[in-house]
């Protein structure tokens, strides 16, 4: 399948962080063709192997598979639901949000609710509503009829927004942080033919609650460099000033120089930007946003890992729904290949 049909395949599937099966078995299903070997390990990363001829350097990509999304966390005796939030979200966007609740029994469609401004009192309304003061509706009248339904304390909640192509090359969806990375990581696969170094391409879990796969993955493969493959905040909308962020959607590629969990080692910042101007990519650097990547904790797993990133300009990231451009996820794979024939080289 193309890039952008693996996308909205990805982007479609509920994978909140901790509740990763469906994406899992999908990037099992997607990466098996273009690798020799493909295992599970026992945090349920997707550790897929491509042989090189050499066998050294190791080389280990990392996408996380994870999203944000929420937890029940307790069911009413009216039926409603009350959650937890996993991954960092902006309470401000999740009232009217539409959600799916994954269930043992299937998915049931809900909406995020919260007492009607039309009856709050004037202070009530100069308040922001936080999520614990949110609820669930899945239109159950009564706690019985919810758990009926097949809804337990514990299930996870995603957002529910179907992937669309929307102006120019752009497309809409779910979960691009980190579907999108994913998607390029998968078609990277596609593309690399043979190579003298060993590609480990990981799907990794829990990422938005602490990077926790990356940690183990990187333990058990043992890379000589690890680039995470993620998404980060486009800077190209209204209301962000270009102190904030110069990182444009349509522009190419960023290169992670620092954030606030990773200084991207020297060496494997310049072997990425060398290869982008080879190869006539164009490409963005970023230096202090808030979060990391997954580049992070492989950066500080067992003697050290030299790290960087590769990540998609992308809008809207830990909402509902973000805005992603096609052509730079095309980039980031053709760079992600390029490393790969020139890692020799450097490492």
Request: hydrophobic letters at 40%; one cysteine or more.
């Amino acid at each position: 399948m193309s890039l952008v049909e693996n996308l909205e395949k990805l982007s479609n599937a509920c994978g909140v962080a901790g509740r990763e099966a469906e994406v899992r078995n999908f990037m099992i299903n997607l990466l098996k063709p273009y690798v020799d070997e493909i295992s599970v390990d026992r945090m349920e990363n997707v550790i897929a192997i491509k042989k090189g001829k050499k066998a050294a350097p190791k080389v280990m990509f990392a996408a996380h598979m994870d999203e944000v999304g929420f937890l029940v966390k307790r069911i009413s005796k009216e039926g409603f639901l009350k959650f937890t939030k996993m991954g960092g979200i902006d309470d401000r966007i999740l009232l009217g949000s539409k959600v799916k609740v994954i269930t043992e029994k299937g998915s049931l469609p809900g909406v995020i609710g919260s007492k009607p401004p039309h009856i709050q009192k004037e202070e009530e309304r100069r308040k922001i509503v936080t999520y614990d003061d949110m609820f669930i509706d899945i239109g159950a009248q009564k706690m019985d009829v919810t758990k009926e339904m097949g809804v337990r304390v514990g299930d996870p909640v995603a957002f529910d927004v179907q992937f669309t192509k929307i102006g120019g090359d752009a497309v809409l969806g779910k979960a691009f942080d980190n579907r999108a990375g994913c998607a390029f990581m998968v078609e990277a696969l596609r593309q690399l033919n043979e190579t003298d170094c060993t590609v480990y391409a990981v799907g990794t879990i829990q990422e938005e609650v602490g990077l926790r796969g990356a940690a183990t993955a990187t333990y058990g493969v043992d890379p000589d460099v690890g680039i995470a493959l993620d998404v980060t905040v486009a800077g190209d909308t209204p209301g962000i000033r270009e102190f904030d962020t110069s990182v444009k959607m349509g522009k190419g590629p960023v290169l992670t120089v620092s954030d606030s969990g990773l200084i991207a080692h020297p060496k494997v910042l310049r072997w990425l930007i060398d290869t982008a101007t080879q190869n006539g990519i164009e490409y963005q650097l970023e230096t202090g946003p808030l979060g990391s990547t997954d580049a992070a904790r492989m950066a500080l797993t067992r003697g050290g890992v030299p790290s960087g990133a590769i990540s998609a300009p992308a809008r809207y990231i830990h909402s509902p729904a973000g805005v992603i451009s096609l052509k730079d996820l095309e980039n980031c794979a053709k760079l992600a290949v390029a490393a790969v024939h020139t890692i020799q080289d450097r490492f």
